[in-house]
Protein backbone atom coordinates (compact mmCIF):
# COMPACT_ATOMS: atom_id res chain seq x y z
CA UNK A 1 0.00 0.00 0.00
CA UNK A 2 2.66 2.59 0.84
CA UNK A 3 4.49 1.43 -2.20
CA UNK A 4 1.46 2.26 -4.66
CA UNK A 5 1.35 5.73 -2.55
CA UNK A 6 5.15 6.87 -3.12
CA UNK A 7 4.18 5.56 -7.26
CA UNK A 8 1.73 7.85 -7.34
CA UNK A 9 3.21 10.78 -5.53
CA UNK A 10 6.35 10.15 -7.89
CA UNK A 11 4.18 10.02 -11.14
CA UNK A 12 2.10 13.31 -9.61
CA UNK A 13 5.68 15.39 -9.11
CA UNK A 14 6.88 14.10 -12.48
CA UNK A 15 3.78 15.88 -14.46
CA UNK A 16 4.32 19.10 -12.18
CA UNK A 17 7.91 19.48 -13.78
CA UNK A 18 6.36 18.96 -16.82
CA UNK A 19 3.91 20.98 -16.59
CA UNK A 20 5.57 24.24 -15.12
CA UNK A 21 8.42 23.66 -17.82
CA UNK A 22 5.91 23.74 -20.09
CA UNK A 23 4.76 27.04 -19.01
CA UNK A 24 8.26 28.43 -18.82
CA UNK A 25 8.41 27.70 -22.74
CA UNK A 26 5.44 29.15 -23.52
CA UNK A 27 6.38 31.93 -21.45
CA UNK A 28 9.46 33.10 -23.67
CA UNK A 29 7.37 32.65 -26.50
CA UNK A 30 5.35 35.25 -25.80
CA UNK A 31 8.72 37.27 -25.21
CA UNK A 32 9.88 36.54 -28.31
CA UNK A 33 6.53 37.60 -30.00
CA UNK A 34 5.75 40.85 -28.51
CA UNK A 35 9.81 42.08 -29.03
CA UNK A 36 9.55 45.25 -31.58
CA UNK A 37 11.40 43.90 -34.88
CA UNK A 38 14.37 46.38 -36.22
CA UNK A 39 14.07 47.43 -39.71
CA UNK A 40 18.09 47.45 -41.30
CA UNK A 41 18.99 51.22 -42.17
CA UNK A 42 22.33 53.16 -43.32
CA UNK A 43 22.84 56.50 -42.34
CA UNK A 44 24.97 58.76 -44.47
CA UNK A 45 26.49 62.26 -43.30
CA UNK A 46 24.86 65.66 -44.85
CA UNK A 47 27.29 67.06 -47.19
CA UNK A 48 27.88 70.59 -48.55
CA UNK A 49 27.95 71.05 -52.47
CA UNK A 50 27.36 72.77 -55.41
CA UNK A 51 24.05 72.00 -57.08
CA UNK A 52 23.25 72.81 -60.74
CA UNK A 53 19.59 72.11 -61.91
CA UNK A 54 19.73 71.05 -65.54
CA UNK A 55 16.89 70.53 -68.63
CA UNK A 56 16.96 68.70 -71.30
CA UNK A 57 15.09 69.14 -74.62
CA UNK A 58 15.26 66.74 -77.87
CA UNK A 59 16.02 68.37 -81.02
CA UNK A 60 17.75 67.51 -84.79
CA UNK A 61 21.10 68.08 -86.15
CA UNK A 62 20.71 70.32 -89.45
CA UNK A 63 23.44 71.38 -91.54
CA UNK A 64 24.59 75.35 -90.97
CA UNK A 65 23.37 77.76 -89.47
CA UNK A 66 18.82 77.61 -89.78
CA UNK A 67 17.37 81.37 -89.52
CA UNK A 68 14.02 82.03 -89.26
CA UNK A 69 12.80 85.02 -91.62
CA UNK A 70 10.32 87.00 -89.69
CA UNK A 71 8.25 90.71 -90.08
CA UNK A 72 8.90 92.91 -87.32
CA UNK A 73 4.91 93.42 -86.97
CA UNK A 74 2.27 91.34 -88.29
CA UNK A 75 0.75 92.95 -90.94
CA UNK A 76 -0.76 91.30 -94.18
CA UNK A 77 1.85 89.21 -96.72
CA UNK A 78 2.17 90.96 -100.18
CA UNK A 79 4.41 89.15 -101.72
CA UNK A 80 6.90 86.08 -101.13
CA UNK A 81 9.55 86.75 -103.61
CA UNK A 82 11.78 83.44 -102.99
CA UNK A 83 10.94 79.99 -103.44
CA UNK A 84 12.68 76.78 -102.12
CA UNK A 85 15.85 76.25 -103.03
CA UNK A 86 16.52 79.88 -103.90
CA UNK A 87 19.86 81.23 -102.76
CA UNK A 88 19.90 84.63 -100.51
CA UNK A 89 22.46 86.89 -99.67
CA UNK A 90 22.25 88.80 -96.56
CA UNK A 91 20.07 91.90 -96.11
CA UNK A 92 18.49 90.69 -99.86
CA UNK A 93 14.43 91.54 -99.53
CA UNK A 94 12.67 88.30 -99.50
CA UNK A 95 9.54 89.18 -98.44
CA UNK A 96 7.01 92.25 -98.65
CA UNK A 97 3.95 93.83 -96.60
CA UNK A 98 0.92 95.72 -97.67
CA UNK A 99 2.46 99.06 -97.11
CA UNK A 100 0.29 101.47 -98.50
CA UNK A 101 -0.65 103.48 -95.09
CA UNK A 102 2.75 103.44 -94.33
CA UNK A 103 3.95 104.74 -97.74
CA UNK A 104 0.98 107.78 -97.15
CA UNK A 105 2.32 108.00 -93.44
CA UNK A 106 5.93 108.89 -95.07
CA UNK A 107 4.30 110.86 -97.30
CA UNK A 108 2.74 113.28 -94.88
CA UNK A 109 5.95 113.13 -92.59
CA UNK A 110 7.76 114.72 -95.03
CA UNK A 111 5.74 117.27 -95.73
CA UNK A 112 5.44 117.94 -91.95
CA UNK A 113 9.26 118.60 -91.83
CA UNK A 114 9.17 120.84 -95.05
CA UNK A 115 6.33 122.53 -93.07
CA UNK A 116 8.33 122.85 -90.49
CA UNK A 117 11.61 123.90 -91.87
CA UNK A 118 9.65 126.88 -93.50
CA UNK A 119 8.12 128.14 -90.30
CA UNK A 120 11.76 128.09 -88.85
CA UNK A 121 13.00 130.06 -91.85
CA UNK A 122 10.30 132.63 -91.44
CA UNK A 123 10.46 132.81 -88.08
CA UNK A 124 14.71 133.30 -88.05
CA UNK A 125 14.07 136.09 -90.57
CA UNK A 126 11.38 137.37 -88.28
CA UNK A 127 13.85 137.68 -85.20
CA UNK A 128 16.31 138.95 -87.15
CA UNK A 129 14.68 141.86 -88.33
CA UNK A 130 13.45 142.35 -85.00
CA UNK A 131 16.40 142.43 -83.50
CA UNK A 132 17.84 145.28 -85.80
CA UNK A 133 14.60 147.12 -85.19
CA UNK A 134 15.46 146.78 -81.17
CA UNK A 135 18.63 148.08 -81.98
CA UNK A 136 17.56 151.21 -83.63
CA UNK A 137 15.04 151.54 -80.42
CA UNK A 138 11.85 150.80 -83.09
CA UNK A 139 11.20 147.56 -81.42
CA UNK A 140 10.04 146.89 -78.10
CA UNK A 141 11.39 144.59 -75.64
CA UNK A 142 8.29 142.33 -75.51
CA UNK A 143 8.61 142.24 -79.10
CA UNK A 144 12.00 140.71 -79.24
CA UNK A 145 11.18 138.61 -76.69
CA UNK A 146 8.27 136.75 -78.61
CA UNK A 147 10.17 136.80 -81.67
CA UNK A 148 12.77 134.88 -79.68
CA UNK A 149 10.25 132.19 -78.20
CA UNK A 150 8.62 131.64 -82.04
CA UNK A 151 11.98 130.80 -83.36
CA UNK A 152 12.46 128.39 -80.22
CA UNK A 153 8.79 127.15 -80.68
CA UNK A 154 9.48 126.26 -84.68
CA UNK A 155 12.55 124.99 -83.95
CA UNK A 156 10.93 122.22 -81.59
CA UNK A 157 8.38 121.72 -83.93
CA UNK A 158 11.09 121.24 -86.75
CA UNK A 159 12.74 118.29 -84.07
CA UNK A 160 9.23 116.72 -83.63
CA UNK A 161 8.48 116.65 -87.62
CA UNK A 162 12.02 115.14 -88.09
CA UNK A 163 11.67 112.55 -85.26
CA UNK A 164 8.12 111.50 -87.18
CA UNK A 165 9.72 111.62 -90.32
CA UNK A 166 12.56 108.93 -89.04
CA UNK A 167 9.90 106.71 -87.37
CA UNK A 168 7.39 106.67 -90.16
CA UNK A 169 10.55 105.43 -92.76
CA UNK A 170 11.31 102.65 -90.17
CA UNK A 171 7.64 101.67 -90.66
CA UNK A 172 8.29 101.51 -94.19
CA UNK A 173 11.23 100.09 -94.43
CA UNK A 174 9.70 96.90 -91.62
CA UNK A 175 7.36 96.39 -94.81
CA UNK A 176 10.15 95.22 -96.57
CA UNK A 177 11.74 92.08 -95.11
CA UNK A 178 15.20 91.22 -95.17
CA UNK A 179 17.90 87.63 -95.01
CA UNK A 180 19.17 87.69 -92.12
CA UNK A 181 21.73 85.20 -93.53
CA UNK A 182 23.36 84.34 -96.34
CA UNK A 183 22.12 80.80 -97.68
CA UNK A 184 19.73 79.05 -99.25
CA UNK A 185 15.43 79.25 -98.81
CA UNK A 186 14.79 75.76 -96.92
CA UNK A 187 11.15 76.26 -95.99
CA UNK A 188 8.31 78.51 -97.52
CA UNK A 189 6.17 79.00 -94.22
CA UNK A 190 3.47 81.81 -95.86
CA UNK A 191 1.64 82.81 -98.32
CA UNK A 192 1.12 86.04 -100.02
CA UNK A 193 -2.11 87.23 -98.71
CA UNK A 194 -1.95 85.29 -94.80
CA UNK A 195 -1.32 87.49 -91.73
CA UNK A 196 2.68 87.96 -91.09
CA UNK A 197 2.91 86.23 -87.80
CA UNK A 198 6.00 83.86 -86.75
CA UNK A 199 8.34 82.83 -89.87
CA UNK A 200 7.54 83.52 -93.17
CA UNK A 201 10.73 81.74 -94.60
CA UNK A 202 13.77 79.30 -92.86
CA UNK A 203 16.90 79.94 -94.27
CA UNK A 204 20.33 77.80 -93.83
CA UNK A 205 23.50 78.25 -94.61
CA UNK A 206 26.12 75.62 -95.51
CA UNK A 207 29.11 74.81 -93.37
CA UNK A 208 29.60 73.90 -89.71
CA UNK A 209 26.98 70.93 -88.63
CA UNK A 210 24.16 72.44 -85.80
CA UNK A 211 21.76 71.18 -83.78
CA UNK A 212 17.68 72.64 -83.83
CA UNK A 213 15.59 72.73 -80.51
CA UNK A 214 12.66 74.74 -79.50
CA UNK A 215 12.34 75.84 -75.78
CA UNK A 216 9.64 76.95 -73.52
CA UNK A 217 9.75 80.88 -72.37
CA UNK A 218 10.44 79.33 -69.11
CA UNK A 219 13.96 78.70 -69.92
CA UNK A 220 14.24 80.95 -72.87
CA UNK A 221 16.08 83.21 -70.72
CA UNK A 222 18.75 80.33 -69.32
CA UNK A 223 19.79 80.10 -73.35
CA UNK A 224 22.26 83.10 -74.82
CA UNK A 225 24.36 83.21 -77.62
CA UNK A 226 27.68 81.07 -76.33
CA UNK A 227 26.52 78.92 -73.38
CA UNK A 228 27.83 76.40 -73.36
CA UNK A 229 26.02 72.78 -73.67
CA UNK A 230 26.02 69.32 -73.84
CA UNK A 231 24.22 67.36 -77.10
CA UNK A 232 23.88 63.56 -76.98
CA UNK A 233 22.85 61.87 -80.32
CA UNK A 234 21.79 58.34 -79.72
CA UNK A 235 22.11 57.02 -83.68
CA UNK A 236 25.52 58.26 -83.39
CA UNK A 237 26.72 55.38 -80.61
CA UNK A 238 29.46 57.90 -79.47
CA UNK A 239 30.95 57.13 -76.56
CA UNK A 240 30.47 60.94 -74.33
CA UNK A 241 28.11 63.38 -75.07
CA UNK A 242 29.19 66.40 -77.40
CA UNK A 243 30.04 69.99 -76.76
CA UNK A 244 28.24 72.41 -77.90
CA UNK A 245 27.78 76.69 -78.07
CA UNK A 246 24.40 78.54 -78.50
CA UNK A 247 24.74 80.43 -81.74
CA UNK A 248 21.96 82.20 -82.31
CA UNK A 249 18.34 82.46 -80.46
CA UNK A 250 15.20 83.52 -82.35
CA UNK A 251 13.98 86.68 -80.81
CA UNK A 252 9.91 85.48 -80.90
CA UNK A 253 8.55 82.29 -80.25
CA UNK A 254 6.65 80.17 -82.97
CA UNK A 255 3.39 81.12 -83.32
CA UNK A 256 1.96 77.52 -83.78
CA UNK A 257 4.41 75.71 -81.14
CA UNK A 258 4.92 78.74 -78.55
CA UNK A 259 8.60 77.42 -78.49
CA UNK A 260 11.97 80.11 -79.32
CA UNK A 261 13.64 78.33 -81.84
CA UNK A 262 17.58 78.01 -80.54
CA UNK A 263 20.77 76.88 -82.88
CA UNK A 264 24.02 75.14 -81.25
CA UNK A 265 26.88 74.64 -82.87
CA UNK A 266 28.64 71.54 -82.29
CA UNK A 267 32.42 71.30 -81.45
CA UNK A 268 34.08 69.13 -84.10
CA UNK A 269 31.69 66.90 -84.81
CA UNK A 270 32.79 63.50 -85.86
CA UNK A 271 31.99 61.82 -88.97
CA UNK A 272 29.22 59.63 -87.43
CA UNK A 273 26.76 62.33 -86.88
CA UNK A 274 24.42 63.69 -89.58
CA UNK A 275 22.01 66.02 -90.61
CA UNK A 276 18.34 64.35 -89.74
CA UNK A 277 19.58 62.85 -86.34
CA UNK A 278 17.80 63.25 -83.08
CA UNK A 279 20.03 65.10 -80.65
CA UNK A 280 19.38 65.46 -76.82
CA UNK A 281 20.41 68.91 -75.55
CA UNK A 282 21.08 68.96 -71.72
CA UNK A 283 21.91 73.26 -70.33
CA UNK A 284 21.82 74.28 -66.96
CA UNK A 285 19.53 76.11 -65.19
CA UNK A 286 19.61 77.54 -61.96
CA UNK A 287 22.65 77.23 -59.68
CA UNK A 288 23.06 76.63 -56.01
CA UNK A 289 26.90 77.71 -54.41
CA UNK A 290 27.84 75.50 -51.02
CA UNK A 291 24.22 74.05 -49.79
CA UNK A 292 23.44 71.52 -47.66
CA UNK A 293 22.63 68.79 -49.57
CA UNK A 294 21.41 65.41 -49.24
CA UNK A 295 20.43 62.52 -52.22
CA UNK A 296 16.96 63.51 -53.82
CA UNK A 297 15.59 60.07 -52.85
CA UNK A 298 16.44 60.36 -48.91
CA UNK A 299 13.22 63.58 -49.10
CA UNK A 300 10.28 61.32 -48.58
CA UNK A 301 6.43 63.81 -48.99
CA UNK A 302 4.29 62.44 -46.15
CA UNK A 303 0.93 64.84 -45.17
CA UNK A 304 1.87 67.19 -47.50
CA UNK A 305 5.12 67.37 -45.59
CA UNK A 306 8.62 66.84 -46.83
CA UNK A 307 10.82 64.39 -44.55
CA UNK A 308 13.93 62.87 -43.65
CA UNK A 309 15.19 60.85 -41.09
CA UNK A 310 17.76 60.46 -38.71
CA UNK A 311 18.32 57.93 -35.88
CA UNK A 312 18.32 58.88 -32.11
CA UNK A 313 19.49 56.38 -29.33
CA UNK A 314 18.44 53.69 -31.97
CA UNK A 315 14.92 54.67 -32.47
CA UNK A 316 13.56 57.60 -36.01
CA UNK A 317 13.49 60.82 -35.37
CA UNK A 318 11.77 62.63 -38.34
CA UNK A 319 12.88 65.99 -39.77
CA UNK A 320 10.63 68.45 -41.23
CA UNK A 321 13.04 69.48 -44.52
CA UNK A 322 12.78 72.68 -46.92
CA UNK A 323 13.87 72.44 -50.40
CA UNK A 324 14.99 74.19 -53.20
CA UNK A 325 16.95 72.88 -56.44
CA UNK A 326 17.63 69.96 -57.66
CA UNK A 327 20.36 68.10 -60.42
CA UNK A 328 18.39 64.84 -60.51
CA UNK A 329 20.29 63.38 -57.69
CA UNK A 330 21.14 66.13 -55.15
CA UNK A 331 18.90 68.33 -53.32
CA UNK A 332 19.05 71.61 -51.78
CA UNK A 333 18.01 71.89 -48.27
CA UNK A 334 17.34 75.09 -47.31
CA UNK A 335 16.19 74.57 -43.14
CA UNK A 336 15.55 71.58 -41.19
CA UNK A 337 18.87 70.40 -40.82
CA UNK A 338 22.58 71.34 -40.31
CA UNK A 339 25.93 70.36 -42.31
CA UNK A 340 26.86 68.01 -38.97
CA UNK A 341 23.56 65.92 -39.48
CA UNK A 342 23.32 62.43 -40.50
CA UNK A 343 20.10 60.95 -42.14
CA UNK A 344 18.96 58.00 -43.32
CA UNK A 345 19.71 56.77 -46.89
CA UNK A 346 18.94 53.53 -47.47
CA UNK A 347 15.33 52.14 -45.82
CA UNK A 348 14.01 55.32 -45.36
CA UNK A 349 10.86 54.37 -47.09
CA UNK A 350 10.35 51.38 -44.81
CA UNK A 351 10.69 53.64 -41.14
CA UNK A 352 8.11 56.15 -39.38
CA UNK A 353 9.10 58.61 -36.21
CA UNK A 354 9.69 56.59 -33.17
CA UNK A 355 10.18 53.54 -34.91
CA UNK A 356 13.51 51.32 -33.32
CA UNK A 357 16.20 50.33 -36.08
CA UNK A 358 19.23 48.70 -36.56
CA UNK A 359 22.26 50.69 -38.03
CA UNK A 360 24.11 48.42 -40.28
CA UNK A 361 26.32 51.64 -41.70
CA UNK A 362 27.38 54.95 -41.82
CA UNK A 363 26.59 55.61 -37.43
CA UNK A 364 26.79 53.76 -34.23
CA UNK A 365 25.45 50.00 -34.35
CA UNK A 366 21.76 49.92 -31.93
Not at 196 to 212: K, N, R
Not at 215 to 240: C, H, M, R, W
Not at 242 to 256: F, I, Q, T, W, Y
Amino acid sequence: MMQGCKQIIAALAVLIFVALTAAGCGSNNVAEQVEEPKTAVELSAVSVADIVQKARVTGMVKSGTTAPVMAAVPAKLEAVLVDVGDTVTEGQVVARLESSQQEAALLQAQAGVEQAKVQAELDGENLKRTQVLFEEGAASQQALEMAEAAVAASQARLVTAEAALQQAQIALDNCYIKAPISGKVAARLLEPGTIAQGAILTLVSGGDLQVEIGVTEQDINYLQPGKEVTVEIPAASLSQPLMGRVSSVSPAADERTRLFNVNIKLDSPPKEVRPGMTAAVTYSTRRAAQVIAVPKNAVLNRGGQNLVFTVVDGRVEARVVSTGIDDGEKIEISSGLTAEDKIITKGQEFVSEGQQVEVVSGGPQS
